[in-house]
């Protein structure tokens, strides 16, 4: 059995942000990070859209916190990239039925300080100019509204290898396991598991897993699944090289229910990835069988969607060459708690210490994934003040996650 500092089980982005700062903190000296393709597949699928929050229902209080969130740690995020980004500028677009629910999107912008645009509210000649023809939706009336967001793509891909990149060149013993983990009790360890991985067994101080949808599986030879109260929603998406006029990076439109943005494929070219608000329920997470392969019935869904003669008919006949081919849409499963804030859960606390040092996250967003690093070191007891170099003092608001009840 190799002992070890501190264990990472994911993959996806939150696992790879998580690892990286434990590898900037005094006094780990050994980290591990298992990762493959099953843990990490939200992220590789997902819309690579760093959101400001925009999205949510202000009229209710832990979705504005959540909006608050996205919009406050998306910039710390972007930083792991080394690139420059005008997270203060609007980027983005969003329509809304009306001025009241677009003036509770520019006070809550207005109060966070990070839009410089003199004004938010777009003028009807702009409008068409950067939304060309997906303005013309039947369903806008005298009384819809557009306005600027600072919503906007984000590399994933890039995000990712330079986490890795960083994580495995840091001065403290660290390397990366391409495997299947598992858990399993044990009366060996102090903590009462092991973590196997490729045939070896890990004794490790600090235990974390954020593995998505399959977190409740690898919990459940411990007999702790159950205690993860969180449900998860299946959705789809379509990636098509099409022209068109649109000239924003990401179009959000809550009238319609759709969402629009330009991401790259594996050529770096430029494609748009077209989403939406319909998404499948899953009833049991503890116990799905993952299906990354799109059904007939979600494509047709997605059809009648997006090209309702009251939305966009006019897409059809673009994207019908797109629909033929199910390699062009991604399947992927969003985990959430009830109020879309990240779910993060002590099980020693939760199990009255028979599994001790164990700390299970999912960020539901990535946006939020330096969020979670941080909250899930300090739930840990990780002293983070104690970064090398000029990673000290990294939390500066503790209390906005202090009274978090899901926590």
């Known amino acids: 059995m190799k002992k070890v500092d501190a264990i990472v089980i994911g993959g996806g982005i939150a696992s790879w942000v998580l690892a990286l700062r434990l590898s900037k903190l ?14 990490h ?61 677009a003036a509770k999107r520019i006070q809550f912008l207005k109060e966070i300080g990070h839009m410089k645009y003199p004004d938010f509210m777009l003028k009807p000649e702009e409008v068409h100019n950067l939304l060309g023809e997906f303005s013309k939706s039947k369903n806008f009336n005298d009384e819809t509204r557009f306005i600027w967001t600072p919503d906007q793509p984000f590399p994933e891909g890039e995000l990712l290898r330079n986490c890795e990149e960083a994580f495995l060149s840091s001065s ?27 045939g070896v067994d890990y004794d490790t101080k600090k235990l974390f897993v954020i593995a998505g949808i399959n977190t409740p599986n690898l919990l459940m030879p411990l007999g ?52 939406d608000g319909l998404y499948t329920e899953v009833e049991d997470i503890n116990n799905i069988e993952l299906k990354r392969q799109v059904t007939d019935e979600e494509v047709q ?25 199910i390699r062009n849409f991604n399947v992927c499963y969003k985990v959430e708690n009830q109020s879309y804030l990240p779910w993060i859960y002590n099980m020693g606390e939760l199990t009255e210490n028979t599994y001790k040092n164990l700390h299970v996250a999912g960020a539901g967003k990535a946006t939020l994934a330096f969020y979670v690093a941080e909250k899930l070191i300090y739930n840990a007891g990780l002293d983070s003040t104690k970064y090398s170099g000029e990673e000290n003092a990294i939390i500066k608001d503790l209390s906005l996650i202090a009274h978090w009840s899901e926590c």
């Open 41 to 101: 597949n939200a992220s590789i699928n997902n819309q690579s859209w760093l959101q400001s929050g925009c999205l949510y229902n202000f009229d209710i209080k832990k979705e504005r916190e959540v909006a608050r969130l996205c919009i406050e740690h998306g910039k710390k995020l972007l930083d792991i990239t080394n690139r420059r980004f005008e997270f203060e500028s609007g980027t983005g677009i969003m329509a809304v039925k009306n001025e009241e629910e």
């Open 172 to 198: 403290v013993h660290r390397e990366r396991i391409v495997a299947d983990a598992a858990l399993y009790p044990s009366n060996k360890t102090k903590n009462g598991y092991v973590v196997r991985a490729n």
């Open 224 to 275: 702790i699944d159950g205690l993860i109260d969180v449900t998860a929603r299946r959705c789809v998406l379509l990636k098509a090289d099409i022209r068109t006029d649109l000239k924003v990076a990401i179009y959000m439109d809550k009238v319609n229910n759709t969402n629009i943005n330009i991401v790259k494929n594996k050529n770096g070219d430029n494609v748009y990835l077209f989403g």
């Open 301 to 325: 869904r997605f059809i009648s969607n997006y090209c309702d003669e009251n939305k966009y008919p006019q897409l059809e006949r673009k994207l019908s060459p797109f629909f033929k081919d």
């Open 26 to 39: 005094k006094g780990l000296k050994r980290i591990l990070i298992i990762t493959s393709d099953h843990f």
